[in-house]
T-cell receptor
């Protein structure tokens, strides 16, 4: 079956512009996660959604970052007024649930470059 | 502060030369430790979950072990196709939720 897909694969934008990154999780997966991977840094947790519960936004670095998940499936990560330090690979993952034994399946990522 | 540290940052091995990667962690409320493999331009691929000290898991040439302070990923007789970045992560109990903390990875290069 299809894995996690993300679009676009690459995004180049100018400082100050807004960007939207999309994630299509594996069908039936109730948990969805967003991470950021900067050069030389580990994956940084941003936000996760579990079913219809309120998302855990504790990892969002600033109020310029927001995410939504419509209909319990597709998710969009929005970065407003992008800054150069936002340049990174943004990874999405999904899992059957948030229990420890639920493996996370990652998408290929969106490489964001802010000029 | 919760932390995950991986060493070495980079490792070059000859084909067939066994070695170990280290992941040391300092977290409160550890629920499990994960190992992932990441190839360039791709998302991480799940390898193992370890739940408690003393646990071991194996998959082909890889074996993961866990103690109360660290985990090792042992690579036996590696092949060039094992070249990748290996990531360690922990799931820990946060305030009212769970949090995932990743290390920065070990870049492994296996030479033919």
């Amino acid at each position: 079956g299809a894995g996690v897909s993300q679009s676009p694969s690459n995004k180049v934008t100018e400082k100050g512009k807004d960007v939207e990154l999309r994630c299509d999780p594996i069908s039936g997966h109730t948990a969805l996660y967003w991470y950021r991977q900067s050069l030389g840094q580990g994956l940084e947790f941003l936000i996760y959604f579990q079913g219809n519960s309120a998302p855990d936004k504790s990892g969002l670095p600033s109020d310029r970052f927001s995410a939504e998940r419509t209909g319990g499936s597709v998710s969009t990560l929005t970065i407003q007024r992008t800054q150069q330090e936002d340049s990174a690979v943004y990874l999405c993952a999904s899992s059957l649930g948030t229990q420890i034994y639920n493996e996370q399946f990652f998408g290929p990522g969106t490489r964001l470059t802010v000029l | 502060e919760d932390q995950v540290t991986q060493s070495p940052e980079a490792l070059r091995l000859q084909e067939g030369e066994s070695s170990s990667l280290n992941c040391s962690y300092t977290v409160s409320g550890l629920r499990g430790l994960f190992w992932y493999r990441q190839d360039p331009g791709k998302g991480p691929e799940f390898l193992f979950t370890l739940y408690s000290a003393g646990e071991e898991k194996e998959k082909e040439r890889l074996k993961a072990t866990l103690t109360k302070k660290e985990s090792f990923l042992h690579i036996t007789a590696p092949k060039p196709e094992d070249s990748a970045t290996y990531l360690c992560a922990v799931q820990a109990k946060g305030s009212g939720t769970y949090k995932y903390i990743f290390g920065t990875g070990t870049r492994l290069k296996v030479l033919a």
